[in-house]
Nanobody, 124 residues
Framework: QVQLVESGGGLVQAGGSLRLSCAAS????????MGWFRQAPGKERELVAA????????YYTDSVKGRFTISRDNAKSTAYLQMNSLKPEDTAVYYC?????????????????WGQGTQVTVSS
């Protein structure tokens, strides 16, 4: 089992920045690919960014490319999502998730562990 706890959400003005953290406990964190998802009211959960076990492979959805950066520190069992140039359309609950395997995937159904979510609100 892996337990995930997100932190770092909040209210920010458009153009501002936030850094989300996802602290993992339980089985070895370095074995797990990680993803950050978000879900806005009335919308489906979408993959925002993902990173493989080593950090050598990353994925970003088109709407956040050049603004968000996913990273991980396996020594600290923590994944991060640095969000810059935030826009009102980035407003959502952000979830981190982990897979039991090394490789990333776009499908939320293939992630095995989920955090409780953290609210990000961007005001215009």
């Amino acid at each position: 089992q892996v337990q995930l706890v997100e932190s770092g959400g909040g209210l920010v003005q458009a153009g501002g920045s936030l850094r989300l953290s996802c602290a993992a406990s339980g089985r070895t964190f370095s074995n797990n690919a990680m993803g950050w998802f978000r879900q806005a009211p009335g919308k489906e959960r979408e993959l925002v960014a993902a990173i493989n076990w080593s950090g050598g492979v990353t994925y970003y959805t088109d709407s956040v490319k050049g603004r968000f950066t996913i990273s991980r520190d396996n020594a600290k069992s923590t994944a991060y999502l640095q969000m810059n140039s935030l826009k009102p359309e980035d407003t959502a609950v952000y979830y981190c998730a982990a897979r039991r395997v090394h490789t990333i995937n776009y499908n939320p159904a293939l992630y095995d562990y989920w955090g409780q979510g953290t609210q990000v609100t961007v005001s215009s």
